[in-house]
């Protein structure tokens, strides 16, 4: 009997969710006997938003190494969409598969996109050229790679706020004991990269203890502005397991409501 196999190689880098559309209509174009030999070679998934205008944002990456966008995300979006960026220069720091980033740059702003994490670096590049954008992609713990720098209008970050290290292959770093890490660096070091009536868009959280938060921005900003105050819970969250959850209820910084764990969350404005 005569079998023909055709193998292919699927999600090495898909250009949108339409490719897999297209594939599966070729296949139902094949003679019967055929056999169909589908190899995948990794694990790309996609992520879309519906934007505020009714546009979309997909994204493509391996979410097992790099974040996969949250409702905090989401946020940044929604806040992001009520400011004029055209033609400023903007840099989201922990860019992650690059929702904030490629956000800014659509609304026309020059991107800079970092993370500590190779692999979301080159995420973040890849999904803006997929949508025909382009913002640079730079490797950096924290900002470190900007010192130099004086000419940002924007920076942006979506913190991690898990404490420690949560996933080696997804943050190769150890975020401290409240999850400051990255959020500490970037409140004390923002201000010496922007410009001079440049802003810092980022959230802490109650588990991170928002009085040391206030003390920083204190300390290193000559004001800031609460954009949004939300109380929320942790459902539909996966990176936050149970034992973390019951330990910030224990402690106080977060509490129960219907069931579930809550947290707040506040979005920021700081002003250099
Ligand atoms: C909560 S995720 C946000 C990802 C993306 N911006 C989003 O909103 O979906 C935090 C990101 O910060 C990155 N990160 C953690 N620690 C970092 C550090 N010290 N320097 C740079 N990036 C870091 C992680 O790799 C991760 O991509």
């Not at 938060?213 to 942790?234: H, K, M, P, Q």
């Given at each position: 009997m005569l079998v023909d196999v055709l193998a292919l190689t699927a999600c090495l880098q898909p250009s949108s969710k339409r490719f897999y559309c297209h594939f599966v209509s070729l296949l139902a174009l094949l003679p019967r006997r055929q056999e169909v030999i589908v190899v995948t070679t990794s694990t790309v998934d996609f992520f879309s938003l519906e934007l505020p205008d009714g546009g979309l944002l997909e994204l493509a990456a391996d979410f097992s190494k790099v974040y996969r966008p949250t409702r905090y995300a989401r946020r940044f979006v929604e806040i992001l969409s009520e400011q004029p960026l055209d033609r400023c220069n903007v840099l989201d720091v922990g860019c992650g598969s690059g929702i904030i980033g490629i956000f800014a740059a659509m609304k026309g702003a020059t991107v800079t996109c970092c993370d500590l994490n190779q692999y979301a670096v080159e995420c973040a590049v890849s999904n803006a050229a997929r949508l025909g954008l382009r913002v640079a992609g730079v490797v950096s713990d924290g900002l470190d790679e900007f010192a130099k720098r004086r000419d940002f209008d924007?920076?942006?970050?979506?913190?991690?706020?898990?404490?420690?290290?949560?996933?080696?292959?997804?943050?190769?770093?150890?975020?401290?004991?409240?999850?400051?890490?990255?959020?500490?660096?970037?409140?004390?070091?923002?201000?010496?990269?922007?410009?001079?009536?440049?802003?810092?868009?980022?959230?802490?959280?109650?588990?991170?203890?928002?009085?040391?938060?206030?003390?920083?921005?204190?300390?290193?900003?000559?004001?800031?502005?609460?954009?949004?105050?939300?109380?929320?819970?942790?459902?539909?969250?996966?990176?936050?397991?149970?034992?973390?959850?019951?330990?910030?209820?224990?402690?106080?910084?977060?509490?129960?409501?219907?069931?579930?764990?809550?947290?707040?969350?506040?979005y920021l404005f700081a002003y250099r």
């Open positions: 924007l920076v942006v970050c979506n913190p991690p706020s898990s404490p420690g290290q949560v996933s080696p292959e997804i943050t190769p770093r150890d975020n401290g004991e409240l999850g400051r890490f990255l959020l500490d660096s970037v409140l004390a070091g923002a201000p010496r990269i922007l410009a001079p009536n440049g802003r810092l868009l980022t959230c802490s959280n109650s588990e991170q203890d928002w009085s040391t938060t206030e003390g920083t921005l204190a300390a290193n900003w000559a004001g800031y502005r609460i954009v949004a105050d939300v109380d929320e819970s942790f459902n539909g969250l996966a990176q936050f397991p149970p034992s973390q959850l019951d330990a910030w209820v224990r402690s106080g910084v977060c509490w129960l409501e219907n069931g579930e764990v809550m947290h707040n969350v506040r």
